[in-house]
């Protein structure tokens, strides 16, 4: 029995080793490098690396090197020079990839969480074959003294098993959460996909050790800004920082690689409403349907530019071609770990006011204003606002251009509201030509705090959309004109204080033209 054991076992291994020799591709693959250099648009990366391989022959029987690129490559993006030789043909395939690194170490855990895993399966599964065996052993004919015995026994044994076979169960689902975890992390490291590309160059006069640079377009990668506005009114300044997440699944570890970030480019009611523009003109009838850009378009106007300057000495911004480029230097970018890297960090110099839209509602929204030495350019990103360390709230930011306005939320302290006090209607001229439409508002601006701000209202300026309509406007004060149409009223408000402006509109049109009042209808 033992002889036959020991001839089938020889009989089975030299079959397994015999598969796994045919099995075997004749090309195994290589592992991928480490790039040089990367630089990260959003979405996908541009690798450049450098190896000194080995000529051997290819499968087609020309002499050359082979070139693996990450599952995730685009080997239609590769770009491939030989300090000697050149390239005459170049072919790609798919072949099964290699573990390494950080990859490496996932799928080691792995593989020992499974196992202790089905260990505690089967010791669960012990517990719950001896639990019925307790449970079911007969009593048939026995006399009350082994009744009693048997009593006890089962008492004792039933209830120290069950107090294991939940502790068994806890550890089981503990190590269940573990290794769908892992097995999440490592997909998220390699993709989907355990295939690698095996690129097969042929070359002519070239040496028997070959030096070959190359790039290529990796997708599964990504960076996102994360930006930090923190204002300091007492000392006039905004801190601002600026640090990119970094996530990459091409299933090898970026060691010590240069890292760029390059741009290719939830409302939260952080800044003020927006003032839509007032037109008074002919009424056009139309029919249309409601377009569902509408609302996107109204978020937009929310959304306006809102932010801040950049430039830490340590990465470097460069300007390339349509896009800006960020060096951080040399870093290290395991795959499938998101990595968050400081870009910029800075203090700017800025003027603290309040402003408000009364028309829109009664809050006034603590505003910085700076204007940088040179335009900036930071591509859309989370921003998180505080002031003085609280945090106010986060929106998403982007900016262009040197004119920055920053809000930081509403101070309940700080007020403006607007009161209509008059709205009539007449005609007026020879024989009544011409229809008028009056408005005269007041607005209240109070401070509550203990020391003075400067409160900026603003309305917008009603505009005529026809030739015949003419519109004049009366305020005490007198307000300013902003861009974009824009009424702007700056005032100081002492400790306490208030203050009144009186704003008056009036539209003259033909009697017998159907005017479209806009927001004053």
């Known amino acids: 029995m033992t002889l036959r054991y020991h001839t089938s076992f020889k009989a089975f291994s030299t079959l397994w080793v015999l598969l796994v020799l045919f099995a075997t591709p004749a090309w195994t693959a290589e592992k991928p490098v480490s790039p040089d250099s990367v630089t990260l648009f959003p979405g996908r990366a541009l690798l450049e690396c450098s190896e000194s391989l080995l000529q051997t022959v290819l499968p087609d029987g020309q002499r050359g090197i082979l070139v693996t690129l990450p599952a995730n490559a685009d080997p239609d993006t590769l770009r491939l020079s030989t300090r000697s030789g050149s390239p005459v043909d170049v072919r790609w395939e798919r072949v099964p990839a290699l573990d390494q690194g950080t990859v490496q170490a996932m799928r080691k855990e792995l593989v020992s969480k499974r196992r202790d895993l089905a260990v505690m399966t089967g010791e669960l599964q012990t517990i719950e074959s001896r ?22 026994a089962m008492s004792k044994h ?19 959460a573990e290794v769908a975890a892992l097995q999440e992390a490592l997909d998220k490291a390699v993709g989907a996909d355990r295939q690698v590309w095996q690129v097969q160059a042929a070359l002519v006069n070239a040496p028997a050790t070959v030096d070959v640079r190359y790039s290529y377009v990796l997708g599964g990668c990504n960076w996102q800004p994360l930006y930090r506005f923190e204002a300091l009114p007492d000392q006039g300044k905004v801190a601002f920082t600026f640090t990119a997440e970094i996530e990459q699944s091409s299933g090898l570890d970026w060691k010590n690689a240069e890292v760029s970030l390059a741009t290719v480019e939830r409302f939260v009611s952080l800044v003020p409403p927006s003032l839509p523009e007032w037109r008074v003109e002919e009424r056009q009838v139309m029919a249309y349907a409601a377009s569902a850009d509408a609302v996107s378009v109204e978020r937009m106007a929310e959304e306006a530019p809102v932010m801040m300057k950049a430039a830490a000495p340590a990465p470097r911004k460069v300007e390339r071609g349509n896009y800006a480029v960020w060096e951080l230097g040399r870093k290290t970018i395991p795959a499938g770990r998101l990595v968050t890297l400081p870009v910029q960090a800075e203090y700017w110099r800025a003027d603290f006011l309040y402003t408000a839209r009364p028309s829109a509602d009664s809050k006034a929204y603590l505003t910085a204003k700076s204007i940088l030495p040179e335009p900036r350019e930071l591509p859309r990103g989370t921003a998180m606002f505080l002031v003085d360390g609280a945090l106010i709230g986060k929106r998403s930011y982007n900016l262009s251009g040197t004119d920055v306005d920053l809000f930081f939320g509403a101070d309940p302290l700080v007020t403006a509201t607007m009161k209509l006090l008059e709205k009539q209607s007449g005609d007026k001229g020879i024989i009544g030509r011409k ?29 005529s959309g026809h030739s015949d309509i003419r519109i004049e406007t009366e305020s005490v004060p007198r307000p300013e004109k902003g861009d974009d149409h824009m009424l702007i009223w700056k005032t100081e408000l002492a ?7 009186r704003h008056t509109v009036t539209v003259t049109a033909p009697r017998d033209m159907d005017v479209d009042y806009g927001r004053g209808r």
Do not use: C
């Open 158 to 176: 039933l209830a120290t098993l069950y107090r294991t076979r939940f502790e068994v169960q806890e550890k089981q689902v503990a190590l269940e």
């Open 131 to 152: 639990i019925s065996l307790w449970s079911d052993t007969p009593a048939d004919g026995a006399a009350a003294a082994e009744m009693e015995r048997l009593d006890a």
């Open 495 to 501: 400790p306490k204080g208030e203050s009144v402006i």
């Open 435 to 463: 229809q008028t439409m009056i408005w005269a508002w007041e607005m209240v601006l109070r401070n509550n705090r203990s020391h003075a701000v400067t409160l900026v209202a603003e309305d917008p300026e009603p505009q």
